[in-house]
């Protein structure tokens, strides 16, 4: 179902603050693939979802976000994000510099990863927005709801963070990680620790696709990049996405994408 578009910013006054200076805060229900970037900042910015799903990329990573979760993007740092297609996001954003900015991110949860995870959050940000009907006390508000956040954040520990979520961002890195190698999908569950069953059920949930089904996915996109940007054989190709046998390859690489990787190979390298 596509979904109309509707953002909304707090015009605020820069107050050039020394501690917490508020720079930006607004709300955004995002239509279907909406994208932004890769683009660069010049101040700390927070998303909080509220609703919905999407990915965000920043340092070579790669994330699967949904309702709860809230990224971070640093100053000078070039980072990406997208609404998912079928069920898009809806997200709250802070953006904010000062003397201290940094001592509270490093100091807080983010310190161990761009993202987290935190319905506790979500009053938060939801108070965030009513700054819109403070005329003159607007960013002194936003200063104290930035305050609450990190209060909030300092306090996160690896106890709050989803267990199921964490396994499903874990095997997708690592089968990016390692889709060259021999890996399973009964390999990784066992390497996470847990039931193959229940490893197969959360990562649908955290992909939307069976972990076989990305794994191969994944080295089928890995292999037309080969082949097409670095000039390698098919058997070359083969090998480096995991397969040691060529004509299982091929099959799945024209499943994958409806043509032989010898053909494919051809239209890029003359």
Request: charged share 20%; hydrophobic share 35%; proline share 4%.
């Amino acid at each position: 179902m596509k979904k109309n578009e509707e953002q909304i910013d707090i015009p605020l006054i820069n107050r050039c603050f020394h501690d917490i200076n508020p720079v930006v805060c607004g709300w955004q229900n995002c239509s279907n693939g909406h994208s932004f970037g890769p683009a660069i900042r010049e101040y700390y910015l927070i998303h909080y979802i509220v609703n919905g799903k999407g990915i965000y990329e920043c340092q070579g990573g790669k994330y699967n976000l949904v309702k709860g979760d809230m990224f971070l993007i640093r100053p000078h740092e070039s980072t990406f994000y997208k609404a998912d297609f079928d069920d898009p996001w809806s997200y709250i954003w802070i953006g904010f510099s000062g003397a201290i900015a940094e001592e509270l991110i490093d100091s807080s949860y983010f310190s161990k990863s761009p993202v987290v995870y935190s319905p506790g959050c979500s009053f938060i940000f939801k108070n965030m927005t009513t700054a819109s009907r403070m005329n003159q006390a607007s960013e002194i508000y936003l200063c104290g709801m930035i305050f609450e956040l990190f209060a909030h954040l300092k306090e996160l520990d690896k106890s709050n963070t989803r267990p199921a979520y964490t396994y499903a961002r874990r095997a997708e890195n690592y089968i990016q990680a390692n889709y060259m190698y021999d890996i399973s999908v009964a390999g990784i569950a066992k390497m996470l620790g847990i039931d193959r069953r229940y490893f197969y059920r959360i990562f649908v949930e955290y992909t939307g696709t069976s972990p076989q089904n990305y794994l191969v996915k994944y080295r089928m996109g890995k292999a037309a990049e080969l082949l097409s940007h670095y000039d390698c054989t098919v058997s070359e190709a083969a090998r480096s996405c995991g397969y040691k046998d060529a004509f299982n390859f091929s099959k799945m690489f024209k499943k994958e994408y409806g043509i032989s990787p010898s053909d494919y190979r051809s239209k890029f390298i003359t």
